[in-house]
C-alpha cells in the first residue's frame, strides 16, 4: 500500500524559510521521480518541483526556480524541499507525489507566508 506523509508546514514571515518532508513507504522509492505540488484556494494544483529517482534530474516551476531546492534521500525513502525566501504567494497546501499505477498523493501540509 503506497503511503506518502508530508510534513513541515506552518506560518511563516515574507522572506523566511521552511522545509518540507516526504517519507513514501509502499513502492521501491529510488526507482520513481517524486514531485511536490501545491494548490491555493481558487486554483488549479500546481506541479512545483520533481526529482528523478536518483536524483540527478531536477525541475522547478519558473515561480519557483532559485527559491526552492528538492532533495532526496534513497536510503531514508525521503524527499524534502527546501523554500527560501518564501512570498505570500506561496501560500498553499503542498502535496507529494509519485506516480505508481496512478497518482498517488499525501495529505499534504499547509504552508502560510504572512506577516
Known amino acids: 500500500q503506497v503511503q506518502l506523509v508530508e510534513s513541515g508546514g506552518g506560518l511563516v514571515q515574507p522572506g523566511g524559510s521552511l522545509r518540507l518532508s516526504c517519507v513514501a513507504s509502499?513502492?521501491?522509492?529510488?526507482?520513481?521521480?517524486m514531485n511536490w505540488y501545491r494548490q491555493s484556494p481558487g486554483k488549479e494544483r500546481e506541479l512545483v518541483a520533481s526529482i528523478s529517482g536518483a536524483g540527478r534530474t531536477t525541475n522547478y516551476a519558473d515561480s519557483v526556480k532559485g527559491r526552492f531546492t528538492i532533495s532526496r534521500d534513497n536510503a531514508k525513502n525521503t524527499v524534502n524541499l527546501q523554500m527560501n525566501s518564501l512570498k505570500p504567494e506561496d501560500t498553499a497546501v503542498y502535496y507529494c507525489n509519485v506516480y505508481f499505477g496512478r497518482a498517488r498523493w499525501g495529505q499534504g501540509t499547509q504552508v502560510t507566508v504572512s506577516s
Open positions: 509502499g513502492f521501491t522509492f529510488s526507482v520513481f521521480t
